[in-house]
């Protein structure tokens, strides 16, 4: 059908909706968003794109965007809209009262991946060089901290090790805990293709996903393990890889520490990672953990993608470092075809992990406590700097309970949503004394908030996203910001008001700010960007255009040399029993994105109108459940409900949902358990029991109990 | 060793986490490096610590397990030992490693 409307201005600018990083040439008539055009030259997405980022556009100009600032005093109290003037002042002189009242590490503040890389930047700054410590963290918390974690400590950088092209070298491609054709489509899509040119494919994951088996697609071995088995399993194949002398010695020689890697090999050579033992514990026939180690480690390329379904466990940064183990024991790493990749959910998780947005690290994963680093901080910044690692936001949120946390500044996040164990999030956001939110729509968690200062969307902003593949793209304004900034404009206001003088004239000078302070990103430049289109990081004097492969001769650690961890596997001490025979996963769908704060207020919605809760047949039929029908799911937390839909996707004992609508209410009932070495939370496994709706409650709206009602139910 | 950490009534209030969620974190964290050999894993614990946790969460744990510690695994207190014993100043700020 023809476009009655005829554009009269384009814009190249990135889509926020994953960590694809697709570029999009947006077309506006008189002021207005009329289409978005895939941009044939975008590095990523050559002209394709995907249904989120083709259609589901409107939501910047929906009925619910807040325009004007509000204040309150109290949470009980309604809103008030104010002047900007009035709300940043407000706002700044409520969070200084908090720091004089219960001490400068009081407050804290959280940015999102959904924010350009210059916002998260400057949020960080905030809190480093104008709150004073380092209560900082962003939602890559909740998703992918394991994978800096897991990756820094065995192949030296937290990030993918190719380009998204590079899947067209390999030969055999393993999936793990990620759906690319539901969350990331159009990198989906580029898999699939090479698939159809004849890769292999392994996917380890409880769920049948399109990945597994759709049209033109059947993985050749698919592990539908046991939800929070993923350390056993992959040590099973690095079990067989060594017993079978499958792995690349010369490689690992050559490029690794050799002793770790020996110790390594000893420790998984182990008979209680045999396949015969893992097998059963998993759920898994032992030969299809043995074909798939056979599979991976033959190549000659073997590619990597993983997503949270390895981080989100409580043992999320060991999954990933399994995946940093094998890679180098096979020699998968330093070329194209090859690689271990993170996909990232949302548009900007990696610039959020980059420009420290995180309590222990300044930009470019450099350590607070670092006296070298931090002086180099100091210096620019013109102030002293906590040389101490601060809160992480699960810690905020404890020490908040505990009564040693009262203000906070939120910019694109709805913890209240997103995060785990409502409950225990409900009860600390209503200790605060000030919180700052900043967001295109009042949310759950503004509920709780004193002060909600209206943000621009990525449609109406200046800066830079940063990719899954570490490309760094240019963000354009293509409309006016609605409420008449742009946010990172708004952290300055934030940061003046409270003391600070910090001025740029446009969001390119905060990127040439990033490039001094940040060796990764030292050549990257709005200038550059606009000249050449993208950058993929590290990009300095040696690589003026950016590097697409990583480790092609050195690691980037001390020694350049790769390096083994040994990953015990320690089972999750979420259990099913008796009261909780089930265990719950959770994940995404491909027309929405994330919890649908966007998607929800956009056409997209006809697609998937609710979450529904995936179960077999069989757990349904014993239970008494038909397809359909509305059932309770109960946890140890607490309890939500949703419409029941038979499935063939999961196995009998496991149930899936997506997090997408905010009435759902998922994370009542999801666990307060998380990873060892980051807080990442545990979403992907959770023990619970589902029972059919009596006629007269399914009438009702969903109803969710607190954690002492569940407790005492 | 059964008491529950958050409701003794010995324990000062938290600085910052509630103890019995600091509990439950390094014993995460012992769990991890328990298979390496006893030097190796204490450091690394140590370096945990010192690299990832805000110094009041670590001052609180230091402060229970000189109390009596119940509940916290041995490893947790062998690496707690290498931070308060001065060694922590040439202690290793760095990426993750054993």
Known sequence: ?713 | MSQTAGHSDQIRPSRAVPLDRLIVMSNQIADFFSPYPPARRAEGIRNHLRTYWDPRMRQDLIDYISSGGAGVSPYIVEGVRLLTSGEDKKGYYGPPKA
Request: net charge neutral; with cysteine.
């Open chain 1, 1 to 713: 059908m023809a476009n009655p409307i005829k554009p009269d201005k384009q814009v190249v600018t990135t889509c926020a909706y994953c960590g694809v990083g697709c570029g999009f040439k947006a077309e506006t008539h008189q002021g207005r968003i009329v289409r978005m055009i895939p941009w044939k030259e975008g590095k990523a997405n050559h002209g394709h794109s995907c249904i989120k980022g083709r259609f589901a556009y409107d939501y910047y100009v929906s009925d619910d965007r807040v325009t004007t600032p509000l204040i309150r005093k109290s949470i009980d109290d309604p809103w008030t809209p104010v002047s900007w003037e009035t709300a940043i002042q407000h706002a700044a002189s409520e969070l200084r009262r908090v720091q004089a009242k219960y001490g400068a590490k009081s407050v804290g503040a959280v940015s999102s991946s959904r924010c350009t890389n210059e916002e998260i930047f400057l949020v960080q700054k905030l809190a480093r060089a104008v709150m004073g410590n380092n209560n900082i963290d962003n939602c890559a918390r909740i998703c992918h901290s394991p994978t800096q974690f897991g990756l820094s400590a065995t192949v030296g950088w937290g990030a993918a090790s190719q380009h998204f092209d590079s899947i067209m070298q390999a030969d055999v491609i393993m999936v793990v805990g990620a759906n690319p054709t539901e969350g990331h489509p159009v990198f989906g899509s580029l898999m699939k293709r090479r698939l159809r040119q004849g890769a292999k494919l392994i996917v380890i994951d409880p769920r049948r996903t399109e990945t597994v088996q759709s049209p033109h697609i059947r993985a050749d071995v698919h592990l539908n393990l046991r939800p929070g088995t993923n350390v056993a399993v992959l040590d099973s194949i690095a079990h067989v890889v060594v017993r079978e002398k499958l792995y690349n010695e010369a490689f690992v020689r050559e490029r690794c520490e050799f002793d770790e890697f020996e110790r390594w090999a000893a420790f998984v050579a182990s008979d209680r990672y045999s396949p015969d033992v893992v097998g059963p514990e998993a759920g898994l026939d032992p030969d299809l953990i043995r074909k798939a180690a056979r599979l991976y480690a033959s190549g000659p390329n073997s590619a990597i993608y993983y997503g949270l379904g390895v981080t989100e466990h409580s043992q999320g940064s060991t999954g990933v470092m399994c995946l940093g183990n094998l890679s180098l024991a096979c020699g998968m790493l330093g070329r194209e075809g090859v690689g271990v990749n993170p996909l990232r959910g949302q548009g900007n998780v990696q610039g959020g992990s980059c420009l420290g947005s995180w309590p222990h690290v300044f930009s470019g994963y450099r350590f607070v406590t670092d006296d070298e680093v931090r002086s180099s901080f100091e210096q620019d910044w013109g102030v002293a700097l906590d040389p101490e690692p601060g809160l992480r936001l699960p810690n905020m949120f404890d020490a908040a309970i505990a009564g040693n946390f009262r203000g906070m500044y939120i910019m694109g996040e709805d913890p209240v949503q997103s995060d785990p164990n409502q409950s225990h999030i409900i009860e600390a956001m209503r200790q605060m004394e000030c919180v700052v939110i900043q967001d295109l729509f009042l949310n759950e968690t503004s509920k709780y908030a004193h002060v909600f200062l209206p943000g621009s969307s990525s449609l109406e902003k200046d800066g830079s996203f940063t990719s899954a593949e570490r490309r760094v793209n240019r963000v354009r304004k293509v409309v006016e910001p609605l409420a008449g900034y742009q946010d990172w404009e708004i952290v300055v206001m934030l940061m003046n008001a409270m003391g600070y003088p910090a001025k740029y004239a446009h969001a390119g000078e905060i990127l040439d700010e990033i490039a001094r302070l940040s060796p990764a990103y030292k050549g990257i430049s709005f200038e550059l960007l606009d000249r050449i289109g993208s950058a993929q990081w590290p990009c300095d004097e040696n690589a003026p255009t950016g590097t697409e492969v990583l480790h092609r001769e050195k690691f980037p650690r001390a020694n350049g040399r790769g390096t083994f961890m040994l990953t015990e596997y320690v089972p999750t001490a979420e259990r099913t029993n008796d009261k909780f025979p089930l265990l719950l996963t959770t994940g995404r769908i491909l027309t929405q994105y994330n919890v649908g704060t966007q998607t929800r207020r956009t056409e997209n919605n006809r697609w998937h109108s609710e979450d529904v809760l995936e179960i077999s047949e069989h757990d349904a039929r014993t239970r008494g459940i038909r397809d359909g029908d509305r059932v309770k799911v109960s946890s140890r937390f607490g309890s939500t409900e949703l419409k029941a839909k038979y499935s063939e996707r999961v196995g009998s004992g496991i149930v899936y949902t997506t997090f997408h609508h905010a009435e759902t209410r998922i994370n009542v009932v999801t666990s307060d358990l998380s990873d060892w070495a980051t807080n990442c939370p545990e979403y992907k496994v959770t023990a619970v029991e589902v029972t059919k709706v009596a006629a007269e409650g399914a009438q009702k709206r969903a109803k969710s109990k607190t954690r002492e009602e569940a407790v005492t139910a």
